[in-house]
Nanobody, 121 residues
Framework: QVQLVESGGGLVQPGGSLRLSCAAS????????MGWYRQAPGKQRELVAT???????NYLDSLKGRFTISRDNAKNTVYLQMNSLKPEDTAVYYC???????????????WGQGTQVTVSS
């Protein structure tokens, strides 16, 4: 099995910054894609950003320029740097990964337990 453990959420004032981390552990051969989703109260879960093992990152258009996703492949960890935070960024943020557990596949999807981000004065 594979576990994704998030950290770094919390309460921040508007205009502030937070950095989320998500570490994957367990039976991992490779991680093809890592990313972040979020879900605000009463809303559907939406994609925030994804980063493949190679290739370009992908962001929700409205977040470009404020959020930056990165990953450390040696640590099986993905990060989300969030700057200039707004109250509408308040949500539970979920880590996501597509993991291959052996050299011959298949790929499996995994989710973290979520970390709360609250932007409020």
């Amino acid at each position: 099995q594979v576990q994704l453990v998030e950290s770094g959420g919390g309460l921040v004032q508007p205009g502030g910054s937070l950095r989320l981390s998500c570490a994957a552990s367990g039976n991992i051969f490779s991680i093809n894609l890592m990313g972040w989703y979020r879900q605000a109260p009463g809303k559907q879960r939406e994609l925030v950003a994804t980063i493949p093992s190679g290739g370009s990152t992908n962001y929700l258009d409205s977040l470009k320029g404020r959020f930056t996703i990165s990953r450390d492949n040696a640590k099986n960890t993905v990060y989300l740097q969030m700057n200039s935070l707004k109250p509408e960024d308040t949500a539970v943020y979920y880590c996501y990964a597509i993991v291959r557990r052996s050299s011959e596949g298949p790929d499996y999807q995994y989710w973290g337990q979520g970390t709360q981000v609250t932007v409020s004065s």
